[in-house]
């Protein structure tokens, strides 16, 4: 990791890996076009389609510079970012995944061993019988497995 003054402004500095050149110039257009269409979105003479269009690009070519720089990326549905405490933690994955797969990449199947063993329960009614279900959900179908 080396020091690059190519930021444009004078007196700064930026980390960035050495031999990554290219990167950073596709990243410095990147850059130029955001600052761009937010000098569109702030003079406010778009109409509601276009700036519509050019918020889902902005965000578009924000989430592709932050993939490619290694930074976290932001989950996002229908470019709108998700409240963690609002989604489970299934949707909030199968998001991530659905970002890191290719269009044409076909989900793959997989296989999975549950393992449960249950130490102790504890009830207050005593002399009643007690009794404990668990099941799978299936994400995909929105209901338990049967």
């Known amino acids: 990791m080396g020091w ?11 980390p960035w890996p050495k031999n990554e050149g290219d990167l950073f110039h596709r990243l410095w257009h990147v850059m130029n076009e955001l600052l761009d269409l937010r000098r ?9 389609d276009r700036m519509k269009d050019v918020k889902r690009h902005i965000t578009a070519r924000l989430d592709w510079g932050n993939e ?29 995944e659905h970002r890191h797969r290719k269009k044409d990449t076909p989900v793959p199947m997989s296989t999975h061993h549950l393992f449960l063993q249950m130490k102790s ?20 179908e929105n209901h338990p497995v049967r």
């Open 4 to 14: 690059d003054s190519r930021a444009g402004l004078p007196g700064v500095l930026i």
């Open 40 to 48: 569109q979105v702030l003079v406010g003479h778009l109409t509601h």
């Open 68 to 96: 490619q720089m290694g930074l976290d990326l932001v989950p996002r549905k229908e470019f709108s970012m998700v409240d963690p405490d609002e989604i489970s933690v299934t949707e909030l994955y199968k998001l991530m």
């Open 121 to 140: 329960l504890m009830c207050a009614n005593l002399g009643e019988e007690l009794e404990v279900f668990f099941s799978i959900y299936d994400s995909r």
